[in-house]
């Protein structure tokens, strides 16, 4: 699996545990989990844009 793959996979990840922790920090009225899971959905589509920039140089 070249590189950029891994990146834009493990980023996908990142997103949807950011995207699950933050609704749950919600529903239980966790503002530190819900914060965690802001910042876990951010690095995710960080390390998309990332992969995506590796794909297009041909990584």
């Known amino acids: 699996m070249r590189a950029s793959r891994k990146r834009m996979a493990m980023g996908m990840f990142h997103e949807v545990r950011g995207t ?3 609704f749950v920090g919600t529903l239980i009225a966790n503002r530190k989990l819900a914060a965690k899971g802001k910042v876990e ?3 995710g589509k960080l390390h998309g844009k990332i992969g995506k ?3 297009m140089c041909g990584f």
Request: proline content about 0%; charged content about 35%; aromatic content about 0%.
């Open 20 to 22: 699950v922790k933050k």
């Open 53 to 55: 920039a590796q794909a």
């Open 41 to 43: 959905r951010m690095a």
